[in-house]
């Protein structure tokens, strides 16, 4: 059974940075797609960060290029999602997930953490 357990969320002043990481367990974590994804309240869930499995080709938002990085560490079973230059409309619940599948920037992913929160404030 796969798990995903999210870390890393908190609150913090506009301009700033904080960095979430996800590790994973139940699956050969190298194999699969693994992204991030938030939801503000009264809004919809939405893509924010992908990266691929071995050969870590990465996709953003547009929203978030140039300031957020996602990268993985297989070896750990864990990506992280560097949020760097954070604005308080980067407040939301942010989510990992797991999918196996081509396509990246999709929401159809298998397997989601539980969430953590990050709070911006200007």
């Known amino acids: 059974q796969v798990q995903l357990v999210e870390s890393g969320g908190g609150a913090v002043q506009a301009g700033g940075s904080l960095r979430l990481s996800c590790a994973a367990s139940?699956?050969?974590?190298?194999?699969?797609?693994m992204g991030w994804f938030r939801q503000a309240p009264g809004k919809e869930r939405e893509f924010v960060a992908g990266?691929?499995?071995?050969?870590?080709?990465?996709y953003y938002a547009d929203s978030v290029k140039g300031r957020f990085t996602i990268s993985r560490d297989n070896a750990k079973n864990t990506v992280y999602l560097q949020m760097n230059s954070l604005k308080p409309e980067d407040t939301a619940v942010y989510y990992c997930?797991?999918?196996?599948?081509?396509?990246?920037?999709?929401?159809?992913?298998?397997?989601w953490g539980q969430g953590t929160q990050v709070t911006v404030s200007s």
């Open positions: 139940g699956r050969t974590f190298s194999n699969h797609i």
């Open positions: 990266i691929r499995g071995t050969v870590g080709s990465t």
């Open positions: 997930a797991q999918r196996t599948g081509v396509t990246v920037v999709t929401t159809a992913y298998d397997y």
